[in-house]
Structure formats: C-alpha cells, structure tokens
C-alpha cells in the first residue's frame, strides 16, 4: 500500500460539521493508535491538529476532533469557519514505511 | 521555540544532485529525530526517511533508498537531504519536519524547499 485512503474533497458551509475518514489497514492504522492529522495551507508549513488519533496540541482549537474505528480513523471538523480551508492529511506512524492519507480539500461554502 | 528552517528553492537538470539543508533551533538537536517529507505539483505527501541526529543513523523509505543520504551537522544543528540522478518527478516541496514531543508524529515542520527538475 502506497497511501492511507481519504475522500479527494469535501465542502460544508460555516457552522457545519464534516468528518474526513482516512482508510488504512490492519498493519498501519489498525495495529496502533499512531495516527495523526496535519494541515497543510500553500506557502505555509503544515500544522499538525491531532496526534496519537484524538490529542489535540496546545494552541489547537476543540473544534478540532479525531478518533478511529478499527482500520479507519477520522477527522472531525466541527463550526466549521472561513479559516479552515484548505489540504488535510493522515499520517500513520505504524506500519513501513510510514504512509500519508492521499489528503483531502476542505472547501467552505 | 522550536525552529525549522529550510533552504530556498533549486532548479536542478536532470541527472544531477540536490542537497537541502534544514537548520534548527530552540531545543536539544540530538535528542529529536528529523523526517523529510515530499509533495509532488498536485499530488499528496510522501514519507522519505529519518535521521536520528544522535549517531547519524538513519532509515529511507524503500523508494528513495538508493537515490537519498541524510546527514546532520551538530555543531550547527542542521540536517541535509540529498537527493542524486534527478529526474522530472522529482519536482516537489521537500519538507523537513522534527519528531513531535510524542515520538508518535511530526512536528513542527520547515517551510519547505522547491525543487525543480528541468533540462
């Protein structure tokens, strides 16, 4: 397997909610809880929003969600805002080599 | 804090070298692995490899493992990705990011380097 498997794009209007999933397998995301999201806005240095499937770092704000169901993980995004825009990823730190979701475009309406 | 700061961009031919350097700051350089991580024009993030600044060992994803070295510069708390034979694929944002506080995931990252393969 080359990449975690994510929805190519996903939209909502502010205040929304979406769920973004990041499909992987039983020797990567099934097999320990090291799953990550990070987002990445062009020109700027990608941001990491959960670590360790639902951790939030400081500074992040708990509009920011995660949590996974047996090879699956997902990202919530809850009151979606403007400033939310833009590429997300998974990233597994199970498994070798480790391995990004194919990333996903959040677009608010 | 924590600083990751990256080379500015390279426009390299075919078939030769690029080296991108990745300065750091703000904390213990040998106690933190570095990640490189690359994003090709319109497609998704690629894990590349790490180093662990304390001994220089290392570990490259199967696909880069023949084409890639990376190296750390203690003294001046910076690690190196150089990446050989280019080719036009090769064309990418190359990241460098820090192991989070965790050792489960990466963070911060540098700003990136632009890498541009063309003859």
């Known amino acids: 397997q080359s990449a975690l498997t994510q929805p190519a794009s996903m939209s909502a209007s502010p205040g929304q909610s979406i769920t973004i999933s990041c499909a992987g397998t039983n020797t990567d995301i099934g097999s320990y809880d090291l799953v990550s999201w990070h987002q990445l806005y062009p020109g700027k240095a990608p941001k990491l929003i959960i670590y360790e499937v639902d951790k939030r770092p400081s500074g992040i704000s708990n509009r920011f969600s995660g949590s996974k169901s047996g090879n699956t993980a997902s990202l919530t995004i809850s009151g979606l805002r403007t400033e939310d825009e833009g590429d997300y990823y998974c990233f597994s730190f199970a498994g070798r080599p480790y391995l990004f979701g194919t990333g996903t475009r959040v677009t608010v309406l | 804090q924590v600083q990751v700061v990256q080379s500015g961009a390279e426009v390299k031919k075919p078939g030769a070298s690029v080296k991108v350097s990745c300065e750091t700051s703000?904390?213990?350089?040998?106690?933190?692995?570095l990640h490189w991580v690359r994003q090709a024009p319109g497609q998704g993030l690629e894990w590349m490899g790490w180093?662990?600044?304390?001994?220089?060992?290392?570990n490259y994803a199967p696909k880069f493992q023949d084409r890639v070295t990376m190296t750390v510069d203690t003294s001046i708390t910076t690690a190196y990705m150089e990446l050989r034979r280019l080719i036009s694929d090769d064309s990418a944002v190359y990241y460098c990011?820090?192991?989070?506080?965790?050792?489960?995931?990466?963070?911060?990252w540098g700003q990136g380097t632009l890498v541009t393969v063309s003859s």
């Open positions: 703000g904390y213990t350089f040998n106690h933190y692995y």
């Open positions: 180093i662990n600044p304390d001994g220089g060992g290392t």
């Open positions: 990011a820090r192991i989070h506080d965790s050792g489960w995931t990466l963070d911060p």
